[in-house]
């Protein structure tokens, strides 16, 4: 399965895709509002017009950062 990293383009399309996703599709949520989903499941998005855009590499990438190396809490 083929996935695409995405992120919403305003907090309404985020909460409709999110659940539109969620309920239809396997989705892997990282941190940063972004999201990983199949390629397929884009036309789910599309049909219902929901607002969203692929991921910059540096988005990606920071997001995955912060799920490998978390901030330290303080005590």
């Keep these: 399965m083929q996935t695409i990293h995405v992120r919403f383009t ?6 409709r ?4 996703l969620a309920t ?9 509002r972004t999201y ?3 390629i397929e ?3 789910l ?3 219902a017009h929901v ?6 590499d540096a988005e990606v990438k920071e997001a995955h950062d912060q799920v490998r190396n978390p901030a330290p809490t303080v005590p």
């Design 10 to 15: 305003s907090e309404e399309d985020r909460v």
């Design 45 to 47: 998005l599309d049909d």
């Design 36 to 38: 990983q989903v199949p």
């Design 24 to 32: 239809r599709a396997r989705i892997s949520t990282l941190p940063e």
């Design 41 to 43: 499941a884009l036309k």
């Design 51 to 56: 607002s969203y855009r692929r991921a910059t």
């Design 17 to 20: 895709g999110f659940y539109l």
